[in-house]
């Protein structure tokens, strides 16, 4: 299994990862032909430094996603966060500790570009994440707060 950074045909596999569970599917439009937004949203992603977009494949198939951004600010002495999102790993393959590598994979990135912290969100109606998340060290250190326009 690979690591690797997401390219212009691995859209339709993410986007179908996204939509497939019970929060995506509100928020996700995964149909064939995919709708033009996701390969527009796709090109700003890749063409900004901060971003990367990477997916995990196994025999060249895509099995797991996730996005890790870089966060440059004045705050910790003109510090860096690292923030994941979006990470997801194909139902057939959810069990076997993927999601872990990715993350483990993150974790790494974040280091190796100086960032002092590693962050997240996760959706209150998803406990079972905010579970997976604590065996792997992070803590509800803060209150979240969303304001969808």
Same mark, same amino acid.
Do not use: C
């Given at each position: 299994?690979n ?6 045909s ?12 019970k ?23 890749? @063409?900004?430094p901060n !971003? ?7 025999? %060249? ?6 996005q $890790?951004? &870089? ?43 100086? @960032?002092?912290v590693v !962050? ?7 406990? %079972? ?6 065996k $792997?060290g &992070?803590?509800a ?9």
């Amino acid at each position: 299994m690979n690591i690797r950074p997401a390219n212009a045909s691995d859209v339709s596999a993410i986007v179908a990862m996204l939509a497939n569970d019970k929060l995506g599917q509100l928020r996700e439009d995964y149909r064939d032909p995919l709708p033009e937004v996701y390969h527009q949203a796709f090109a700003k992603i890749d @063409a900004d430094p901060n !971003q990367h977009l990477v997916v995990l494949e196994d025999n %060249e198939q895509v099995i797991g996603t996730l996005q $890790l951004t &870089f966060i440059p600010y004045l705050t910790y002495q003109g510090g860096i966060r690292a923030q994941i999102e979006a990470v997801r790993i194909h139902a057939d393959y959810r069990g076997q500790g993927l999601g872990e590598k990715l993350f483990r994979w993150a974790i790494q990135q974040a280091q190796s570009e100086g @960032a002092h912290v590693v !962050q997240l969100t996760t959706d209150k109606k998803r406990p %079972e994440a905010a579970r997976f998340y604590e065996k $792997l060290g &992070f803590t509800a250190s803060h209150q979240g707060m969303k304001l969808h326009l």
